[in-house]
């Protein structure tokens, strides 16, 4: 599949995909005339950037993981720093998490929603 075809399937767009290609996330085959050729195994590759990127991971800790069975293969363990890194990530959303409560705890509040 084209570029074009790959971004309608994951809701990302062509510009991102393009990104995706220049961090190394992406590697598309080419065809002789230069045009990239996708299959599914990148669809599922940018499904699993997306996931990961929403739950709060940067693209430099997600490029380790990328090349790991997600759910977690029993045999995977990640290194040290990717750890630490991921630790970051889980104490960050932690605290947006709160913060979003504490925030719809004072809208329910000013709408006597309890």
């Not at 994951?10 to 991102?16: D, I, L, P, Q």
């Not at 085959?29 to 709060?56: K, P, Q, S």
């Amino acid at each position: 599949m084209q570029i074009g075809q790959l971004s309608r399937e994951t809701g990302v767009s062509v510009r991102m995909l393009r990104y995706y290609e220049r961090e190394g996330l992406l590697r598309p085959d080419r065809t002789h005339a230069g045009y990239r050729r996708y299959n599914e195994d990148d669809v599922a590759i940018v499904r699993r950037i997306i996931l990961l990127n929403g739950a709060g991971l940067r693209l430099a800790t997600i490029r380790p993981l990328l090349p790991c069975d997600l759910p977690p293969d029993p045999d995977f363990e990640p290194c040290p720093a990717l750890k630490a890194s991921l630790r970051q990530t889980l104490t960050a959303l932690d605290q947006q998490m709160a913060q979003l409560s504490e925030s719809r705890k004072l809208l329910a509040s000013l709408l006597h929603l309890g």
